[in-house]
Each structure stands twice: as structure tokens, then as C-alpha cells.
């Protein structure tokens, strides 16, 4: 079975500073990996995902993310936190060989002014 | 491209009565659309998996006589929540998967409160 795990409920971080959103997955075989970003009741918004090839993969509005085989991990970052990007950010896996992802619990991100 | 739509984005209703949300691909064809609930401050949950022209394969734990599915197009599912009490109250997200892209896109949500 598949399953992610994004160990901090809550991110806080200065306005100008680098941010990482922690992120560990278990899959058997190569995984799909997708960050997800999301808004007060709104939905998902795609930010970037892992298919194969570079294992540092850049997205949308300057994220980006590195996939570390050996760790199990893919955590998201960015060099230079925007008080625009405090949301809920969801990891998310999915094995090749099925459609459905397996989201992590969500980190919200605080970016303070 | 890779437009998802959903309807109602929000809605109030009774105890006991039915609610019906659709989940829609506006610009390419899915023959899998999922659906999830996302209670407050939480992560989305998978409840099932819809498949055109067939029945719908749910969770464990989803009670597939309260929560019907109905995939009858290659563009439209739909969800009814059938007699909803306030603990059917909740976020429900859609997201529909595209074959030629091998990726899933997802619906901006409804808002479902049970009074």
C-alpha cells in the first residue's frame, strides 16, 4: 500500500526567507509524486510532480522540489517566501500502476510579513 | 486545457433530504473520476472511484447506498449524498483523470452543510 507522511502540521517562515514543506512517502516501485496547493475553500491547485528523470523538479509560482530515492522523500521549497504563499500545501503519491493518489494530512504554511 | 468543473460550489440543505453535485471535465474526456472529502483542517480522503459505464468502486468504510455515484458519460459524474444528516457535512472535491496525459485535475470543490 501506498502512503505519504508530511510530519509538520505547520510551517511558519519570514517573508524573504527559503521555505521547506517536508514530505516522505512509502510506494512499491518508481512513484509518481505531486505537490498540491490549496486556498480557503477552494480546490486543488497543481504545483509541480515527479515522473522521472531530474530529481530536482521546479513548478509554478517558484516552487520547487527535490526527489531523493535513498530518503524516501520529496520535499517541496522555495528560495524566497511570499506572505501570498501561506496556504495548505498537500503532498501526494501514486503508483504507476493505479489512477488514485494518496494524499498526506497537509502542511499549512505561515508566511509572515 | 484540463478544465474540471463542479456544481453546486456550495449548498445548504435539510436532514433528510438528497443532494446531487457534479463533478464535470470541460475540455477532454475521463473515463475515471474520483471523489474525496475533506473535513475541516484535514486531508482529502478518497471515497470512490468512478468509472464510465460502470459501478463505482468505493473505500472502505463509504457507505455506497448513502453516497450513489453515477458516471454516465465520458464528461460528467455525479455525486448524491441520499438522506444527509450534519455529519455528511463537508468538503467534497472531484478530480477527473485525462488517459492521454496519464493525470488526474481536479474540481474546485462543494460545500456541503446539513442543518
Known amino acids: 500500500a501506498q502512503s505519504v507522511a508530511q510530519p509538520e502540521d505547520q510551517v511558519n517562515v519570514a517573508e524573504g526567507n527559503p521555505l521547506t514543506v517536508k514530505c516522505t512517502y512509502s510506494v512499491s516501485g518508481n512513484p509518481y509524486l505531486f505537490w498540491y496547493v490549496q486556498y480557503p475553500n477552494r480546490g486543488l491547485q497543481f504545483l509541480l510532480k515527479y515522473i522521472t528523470g531530474d530529481n530536482l523538479v521546479k513548478g509554478s509560482y517558484g516552487f520547487e522540489a527535490e526527489f531523493n530515492k535513498s530518503q524516501t522523500s520529496f520535499h517541496l521549497k522555495k528560495p524566497s517566501a511570499l506572505v501570498s504563499d501561506s496556504a495548505l500545501y498537500f503532498c501526494?503519491?501514486?503508483?504507476?500502476?493505479?489512477?488514485?493518489?494518496?494524499f498526506g494530512s497537509g502542511t499549512r504554511l505561515q508566511v509572515q510579513p | 486545457g484540463a478544465v474540471v468543473s463542479q456544481h453546486p460550489s456550495w449548498v445548504i440543505c435539510k436532514s433528510g433530504t438528497s443532494v446531487k453535485i457534479e463533478c464535470r471535465s470541460l475540455d477532454f474526456q475521463a473515463t475515471t473520476m474520483f471523489w474525496y472529502r475533506q473535513f475541516p483542517k484535514q486531508s482529502l480522503m478518497l471515497m470512490a472511484t468512478?468509472?464510465?459505464?460502470?459501478?463505482?468502486?468505493?473505500e472502505q468504510g463509504v457507505e455506497k447506498d448513502k453516497f450513489l455515484i453515477n458516471h454516465a458519460s465520458l464528461t460528467l459524474s455525479t455525486l448524491t449524498v441520499t438522506s444527509a444528516h450534519p455529519e455528511d457535512s463537508s468538503f467534497y472535491i472531484c478530480?477527473?483523470?485525462?488517459?492521454?496525459?496519464?493525470?488526474?485535475?481536479f474540481g474546485p470543490g462543494t460545500r456541503l452543510t446539513v442543518l
Open positions: 468512478s468509472n464510465e459505464g460502470s459501478k463505482a468502486t468505493y
Open positions: 501526494a503519491v501514486r503508483d504507476p500502476g493505479r489512477r488514485a493518489l494518496t
Open positions: 478530480s477527473a483523470f485525462w488517459d492521454r496525459v496519464n493525470e488526474q485535475f
